[in-house]
């Protein structure tokens, strides 16, 4: 049986990407819902209505487990829909929070999410739990996933704009809290060069919990017949490329 991938978009490639290099036995399932995009405004109820409708697509699909590879999803709307349904659901925060507070020095840590994440506070509670001595600079930067989405070609203005405010703030850790960052990695580290600063790519945690889950159930793929399917409730030709720019490949198989 397949993982199964959410996103509200594209962002949750970055976390297919991981998974396909680490665990590349697997079979994935991978939906975003470009067709409601962006979450991060969104009231937590309508976050949660969307993002269930997503689960109840990848639970037809018959996934063995469910990765909430959107921040904004799993800061508002995955404890209440892991008391809904049987199967196991994982989110990146946690993951996240475990790296960050493994790697800074100075237990100043930065996040960069979308508002719906940041007015959430989960990772703040994530981090705290796990470093309670750490301090935590939240900044909601709601421009990048539209500008990502829209294949906005030159995405430096935007990302220097968003980010200008850390300029002054003292950190030494910078967690990427939206899965769609990761896709910009190298351009957001380019524009923090002067202050000495370590990025979090949440995903390169989630694959332990992943590991660990599937050992838990005994649930590893056994078999070869592998494939990576993708589905989006937007454009089927749009998700392709986007699929070819930020994965590198596209899907065996792509539907609307
Ligand atoms: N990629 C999503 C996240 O990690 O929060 C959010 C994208 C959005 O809908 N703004």
Known sequence: RPIGLLDSGLGGLSVL???????????????????????????????????????????????KLIVFACNTATATAMTTIQQQVDIPIIGVISAGSMIASAQTKTNKIAVIATQATIKSGAYEKALKLVNNQCEVISLATPQLVPAIENNVLDLQPVIHESLQVLQDK??????????????????????????????????????????????????????????????????????????????????DKIKQ
Do not use: M
């Not at 919990?209 to 494939?227: E, G, V």
């Open 170 to 251: 003292c950190f030494d850790t910078l967690i990427l809290g939206c899965t769609h960052y990761p896709l910009i990695q190298n351009q957001i580290a380019q524009e923090l060069t002067s202050q000495h600063i370590e990025v979090v790519d949440p995903a390169e945690g989630i694959c332990q919990q992943i590991t660990q889950l599937l050992k838990q159930h005994d649930a590893f793929a056994s078999h070869n017949a592998h494939f990576n399917y993708g589905y989006t409730t937007g454009s089927k030709e749009a998700f392709e490329q986007a699929a070819q720019k930020w994965l590198g490949q596209t899907f």
């Open 17 to 63: 990407k991981q998974v396909k290099k680490i665990l590349p036995r697997e079979s994935t399932i991978y939906i975003g819902d470009q067709a409601h995009l962006p979450y991060g405004n969104k009231s937590v109820n309508e976050i949660i209505q969307l993002t269930k409708k997503l689960v109840d697509f990848l639970i037809k699909k018959d996934v």
